[in-house]
Antibody, heavy 118, light 113 residues
Framework: QVQLQESGPGLVKPSQTLSLTCTVS??????????WTWIRQPAGRGLEWIGR???????DYSPSLKSRVSMSLDTSKNLFSLRLTSLTAADTAVYFC??????????WGHGTMVTVSS | DIVMTQSPDSLAVSLGERATINCKSS????????????VTWYQQKPGQPPKLLIY???TRESGVPDRFIGSGSGTDFTLTISSLQAEDVAVYYC?????????FGPGTKVDIK
């Protein structure tokens, strides 16, 4: 059974950089034609797609975040990562990693809360 | 960006009754090459990640009860819960994967009347 687990700091200061990882267990991150994705959800609000990275390493980011976002794969550790720079309070949210199976997000991590505050 | 809107914002339905949620996209999400509508429905319960219910507008994900029914094409889509159960209390989101950036509707909260 494939599972995803996010990890990272719960609290980050404004203007700093957020780094999150999503560890994939139960299968190799390169075994299928999947896009590995980050999605966030501010408290009590809707879902925002941040971007995705393909198993071959190509990336695709939301235009609204593109200047601040980067994603990478670590096949040796079977994980993928999100880096978000120049944080503000507006970046406070639950961050989910998810697997995109050609047409839908079929597997999700439980999410990790990130608070941007001094 | 493709904007997804949902109505109503919330609804309360008696147990065993039908719940209907509407979703509209700002442009068609029907791929001509495969004639599939790239709209997906998710269910999210408090403190949990979203769960995939329906993809390609009407295809139920494995393990999803058949009371969840997706329909629609082009720009207008509907999720119907044919007989509401207590465990269906949740927020439901539609989402388009026709074009990046992928976008979600604002969600519809379903409660028991």
């Amino acid at each position: 059974q494939v599972q995803l687990q996010e990890s990272g700091p719960g609290l980050v200061k404004p203007s700093q950089t957020l780094s999150l990882t999503c560890t994939v267990s139960g299968d190799s991150i390169t075994s299928g034609s999947y896009y590995w994705t980050w999605i966030r959800q501010p408290a009590g609000r809707g879902l925002e797609w941040i971007g995705r990275i393909y198993t071959l390493g190509t990336t695709d980011y939301s235009p609204s975040l593109k200047s601040r976002v980067s994603m990478s794969l670590d096949t040796s550790k079977n994980l993928f990562s999100l880096r978000l720079t120049s944080l503000t309070a507006a970046d406070t949210a639950v961050y989910f990693c998810a697997r995109f199976r050609s047409f839908a997000f079929d597997l999700w991590g439980h999410g990790t809360m990130v608070t941007v505050s001094s | 960006d493709i904007v997804m809107t949902q109505s109503p914002d919330s609804l309360a339905v008696s147990l065993g009754e039908r719940a209907t949620i509407n979703c509209k996209s700002s442009q068609s999400v029907l791929f001509n090459s495969d004639k599939k509508n790239y709209v997906t429905w998710y269910q999210q319960k408090p403190g949990q990640p979203p769960k995939l219910l329906i993809y390609w507008a009407s295809t139920r994900e494995s393990g999803v009860p058949d009371r969840f029914i997706g329909s629609g094409s082009g720009t207008d889509f509907t999720l119907t819960i044919s007989s509401l159960q207590a465990e269906d209390v949740a927020v439901y989101y539609c989402q388009q994967s026709y074009a990046t950036p992928f976008t979600f509707g604002p969600g519809t909260k379903v409660d028991i009347k």
